[in-house]
């Protein structure tokens, strides 16, 4: 089976910020009397989210405020406002974006009149709802399975699987899931990449999103009865405790160490992926770990980003322990660099374990093909030979020649 | 008012790196969408980010209806479509970059930052730096043959004073005799220091001001015909947009505009007779768009350019620039609790800012002054806060608040940064208070910090012009437009009017040195990093490198052999 699974733990920085009136509160704002705030949030169809409010002048601004429930940072949009035929006014939020299935928003809307005072309207919730199927629920101990094809045995085994999945990660990491996590399950591509939205990419066949503690799985019919399922509800649910073992503000593990253990806990470093690494390695074309520290590549690398992954995983258990590893995931909780982490862990920095793990190979360190400076272009008459560097200092009276800015590099 | 330099702008259509991207989409949940998506890339990182940024759908642009035709001689970029076409009423870095290959100004920089003459021929800087004499370029002509004159700068710039429509950029010309009683409506256009005649133009300054040779390469300086139109306030192009740069606009879509080399730019028609500028790569992938081969130059996330720079094909087609540009946060000094110069210094002391950028990016640059690298005359000294939590705390007692106690909630807003997150989990460790965190669009947050600065904020500057003036001047003299934090102290003005009037190298950065001292003891803002960027150039083309000031220059690229 091809490389279909991938995961984006990357948190998003939204933040539950208080939202109690700064001190420029004033009594003007006292005025202002809110309605219920309401929205429209069905999947393909844009966020709608209105008030209607009073006030004593013309607001000089209304903005709508909003964030999910596990994050700190607020988003702040502007709203339109209308006159009420009745007095008063409306206040209206559209955005026309993609918005994930399941995500659940915390929004009040936010008055600042023209004395500079601000009054805050209700809290209230919205959860975006994918309506295109009639969806199917089952709990576990800690998973929540949505579907829409597939029977009771098949749903019985994902969650069965899931559950397991999630003991298995938490007892690995040594953390504790305390909140739901839902998994939906779309039975065929299209819609699974509409629930996705644009962008994603082609090769995606599972999506962990641990801001709002969700999955996203393709299993086809054809699907239901494979190890693909077991695969795909392990690797997204290893990523979502994952990502919960290392939460922090500052800086986020390298992504090989965490779609490695994924797929080492899902498939473990499977024959298919010691050949693509081993035929990488013979042909130069591996890519150092440090390479693969952010996005993956894409085409013909992503399925050997995924197998070096692994391989580094499995390398740093083979040559020092389950429990270097683990100590080294859980370290990133308190915000360390890279080579503090892996110092810490395995008494070597990430570059030295990169190099071990190509030696292990019979591989050495490929040296970067890149960055390079651009070739210059053509200029304009005179530019080349006459430059005129006008800088700090250039003083008075003519223009001094010669004098270049350095550029850092 | 944002002056001068420009704000990163939602950047054109291109990734964002994990943490250190712009990101602010609409609403919170938009976010969500981006993980999945290509992030994106500033030209500034105002906030560079870590989501994507999604282009709003311009309604009103008619969709793109395939690629338009285009002869052999071309190249197809990535770029920002510009917020309005007319170059006085834009502050954004994508804006700026967009008309900067449209519009021309007497002076521009070359790749390697240098000031070169563009519609000026040369230039005499007399009085002591108190008048500068552009002498323009003879036959120079707008785009319909018209010729350019004297006068049309004297008009282009006024505009940019004037006071019923200001641009966010005006106190470029701020040091211009009579320019900011113009532009306050205490003066008239006919006291501005500007005088027009025939080919020459004399500007007269009221301190100082040898630096306006390299500021006048702003594209907000540009010169613009006598009948712009109303229409070019809006983003959408005006039909027939008579201009004076290296290209003339032909069509603009909702995801593209292309534009012809003009016949008629002082340098001569451009090597590159159509450049196809795509302004929207439908969320997908900027590598996918270019291994595609349909894109010859894209900025990428860094996070990208740590996998290609060891790809065989790829990794050779990988550009990274330095920019010159340095992300700072700002206090709002005029209102409580950042009016008290002990508070500010117990946040900037409150948090070691340089590991937070090597959390971030070990191979980002922290910035060690408001002035970043590569501008001559910064000097060499550190002038950025070190963290001393003690000295934190006691900064904050002596404040009036011990242990936090009785400290106001406060809220720092961004436009979607890398640090916010980091900044406040930091803040409130340390110093026993609460921040909290608001993250807006760009533009909103732009005209935010015109018309009702935050109590802290940040953002991500790049140089107009590689002089410390463009930071240190417009960014914290009294009363300019650009000091958003409002902040005024008498010893840094002095500091930076000795700088100004002197012209003696050594002097000048001795001056600006003792600007940044008092910087550093009174904390009105603190400079976090300093720009960088990654794009992929196809292998051939020629010049496809971004000046300091985050910009292609279209006019500068060609093709290899061809």
């Known amino acids: 089976m091809s490389r279909r699974v991938t995961a984006w733990v990357a948190a998003i920085a939204l933040l539950a910020a208080m939202l109690v009136p700064g001190p420029g509160t004033l009594a003007a704002a006292a005025d202002v009397t809110f309605g219920a705030p309401s929205a429209t949030a069905t999947l393909g169809q844009p966020l709608v989210v209105t008030s209607t409010f009073t006030a004593p002048q013309r607001p000089t601004r209304v903005e709508l405020l909003s964030h999910l429930p596990s994050e700190r940072i607020v988003s702040v949009e502007t709203a339109d406002v209308a006159t009420e035929p009745g007095g008063g006014f409306r206040a209206t939020l559209t955005e026309q974006g993609h918005v994930l299935p399941n995500t659940t928003l915390l929004y009040r809307f936010r008055v600042t009149l023209p004395d500079g005072s601000s009054a805050l309207g209700p809290e209230a919730s919205a959860t975006v709802t994918d309506d295109r199927f009639d969806w199917r629920t089952l709990d576990g101990e800690l998973v929540r399975l949505h579907w829409y094809d597939g029977d009771d045995a098949f749903a019985q085994r994902a969650v069965q699987i899931g559950d397991e999945a999630v003991r298995g990660a938490e007892e690995l990491l040594g953390v504790q899931e305390t909140e739901r996590i839902d998994f939906f399950i779309y039975a065929a591509e299209g819609e699974f990449r509409d629930a996705l939205g644009p962008g994603t990419r082609e090769n995606v066949g599972g999506q962990a999103v641990a801001s709002i503690r969700t999955l996203f799985g393709l299993i086809r019919p054809s699907e239901i009865n494979s190890d693909w399922v077991d695969v795909l509800v392990t690797h997204e649910l290893t990523h979502l405790v994952f990502n919960t073992a290392v939460d922090n503000p500052y800086h986020l593990p390298p992504r090989w160490l965490n779609e490695g253990l ?51 995983v499995s390398y740093m258990i083979d040559t020092f322990g389950q429990e270097a590893l683990v100590k080294l995931i859980r370290s990133y909780a308190s915000g360390v660099t890279d080579d503090e982490a892996f110092s810490a862990a395995i008494g070597r920095t990430a570059a ?14 490929p040296e970067p093909l890149g960055p390079r400076p651009a070739p210059p272009g053509p200029t304009p008459p005179g530019w080349a030979d006459v430059p005129i560097a006008v800088s700090a200092g250039a003083g008075f009276g003519p223009p001094r020649l010669g004098a270049l800015l350095p550029l850092v590099r | 008012m944002l002056d001068s330099g420009w704000m990163a702008g939602p950047p054109a259509p291109a990734p964002p790196t994990r943490r250190n991207t712009p990101l602010i989409l609409g609403v919170a949940i938009a976010l969500i969408v981006a993980v999945a998506v290509a992030g994106a890339l500033g030209f500034r990182s105002a906030a560079n980010p870590g989501g994507t940024t999604r282009p709003r759908a311009t309604s009103t642009l008619r969709p793109g209806s395939g690629t338009p035709n ?56 007399t009085d002591a730096g108190r008048r500068v004499t552009f002498q323009l370029r003879d036959g120079i002509a707008f785009s319909d043959g018209r010729p350019i004159t004297g006068d049309d700068v004297r008009r282009s710039w006024l505009r940019v004073l004037d ?9 470029l010309l701020g040091d211009i005799q009579g320019a900011n009683e113009y532009l306050s409506g205490s003066g008239s256009a006919a006291d501005v220091g500007i005088d027009a005649t025939g080919a020459q133009v004399v500007v007269r300054f009221r301190r100082p001001a040898a630096y306006f040779v390299s500021a006048a390469s702003s594209p907000t300086l540009a010169v613009v015909p006598a009948d712009l139109p109303e229409s070019a306030s809006g983003p959408l192009l005006p039909e027939n947009l008579v201009v004076s740069g ?46 595609a081969n349909e894109i010859d130059y894209v900025p990428i996330a860094r996070d990208d350019a740590a996998w290609i720079k060891y790809q065989r094909d790829l990794g050779p087609q990988l550009r990274r620039s330095s920019s010159l540009s340095v992300i700072y946060y700002g206090f709002t000094t005029t209102k409580p609790p950042f009016d008290s110069a002990d508070v500010r210094r117990a946040f900037a002391m409150a948090v070691d800012w340089d590991r937070l950028v090597r959390l971030d990016d070990p191979e980002a640059i922290p910035a060690t002054s408001l002035v970043p690298l590569g501008i001559e005359g910064r000097g060499s000294e550190d002038f950025s806060p070190k963290p001393d939590l003690e000295g934190a705390r006691a900064a904050l007692a002596a404040a009036g608040y011990p242990n936090g106690k009785g400290f106001p909630d406060v809220t720092l807003v961004s436009s979607g940064g890398s640090y916010e997150e980091a900044v406040a989990s930091e803040l409130e460790q340390v110093l026993g208070i609460h921040l909290s965190v608001e993250v807006m669009p760009f533009a909103d947050y732009s005209s935010r910090l015109d018309s009702d600065p935050p109590q802290m904020w940040t953002l991500d500057w790049i140089a107009d012009y590689p002089h410390p003036q463009d930071f240190l001047g417009l960014l914290l003299e009294t009363g300019s437009r650009s000091n958003v934090g409002e902040w005024s102290n008498p010893e840094f003005d002095a500091a930076i009017d000795r700088a100004a009037a002197t012209d003696d190298p050594v002097a000048q950065e001795a001056a600006y040195s003792d600007a940044q001292r008092v910087v550093r003891d009174q904390v009105p803002v603190i400079p976090l990093r300093y720009g960088d960027s990654w794009a992929l150039s196809r292998d051939g083309l020629l010049g496809a490198a971004e000046t300091g000031v985050g910009f292609l220059r279209y006019a500068s690229l060609a093709w290899d052999g061809r």
Not at chain 2, 78 to 104: H, I, K, N, T, Y
Not at chain 2, 163 to 171: E, G
Not at chain 2, 252 to 275: F, H, K, M, S
Request: no cysteine; proline share 7%; glycine share 10%.
């Open chain 1, 262 to 312: 994924a797929v080492f806990r899902s498939q473990g470093y499977t024959v298919g992926d010691r050949a693509l690494v081993s035929q990488a390695a013979r042909n130069g074309e591996l890519i150092p770990l440090d390479g693969l520290a952010g996005l993956f590549p894409t085409g013909d690398g992503f399925s050997l980003a995924y197998a070096e992954s692994a391989s580094g």
């Open chain 1, 352 to 365: 030295v374990l990169n190099d071990e793990w190509l030696a292990s190979l019979g591989a050495s360190a």
């Open chain 2, 70 to 125: 285009l002869g052999e001689n071309h190249v197809v970029v990535s770029g920002q479509a510009p917020g309005r076409w007319d170059p006085a009423l834009v502050g954004d870095a994508g804006s700026a970059g967009a008309l900067s290959q449209v519009f021309e100004s007497l002076t521009a920089l070359d790749a390697a930052n240098r000031v070169q003459p563009a519609l000026a021929a040369s230039w005499d800087v």
């Open chain 2, 163 to 171: 006071p019923q429509r200001p641009s966010p950029l005006a106190s």
């Open chain 2, 246 to 291: 290296a290209y003339v606009p032909e069509s603009q879509t909702d995801t593209e505009i292309l534009l012809r080399a003009n016949p008629r730019y002082w340098a001569g028609r451009a090597p590159i007779e159509q450049v196809l500028v795509k302004t929207s790569l439908d969320d997908r992938s900027p590598v996918d768009v270019f291994q």
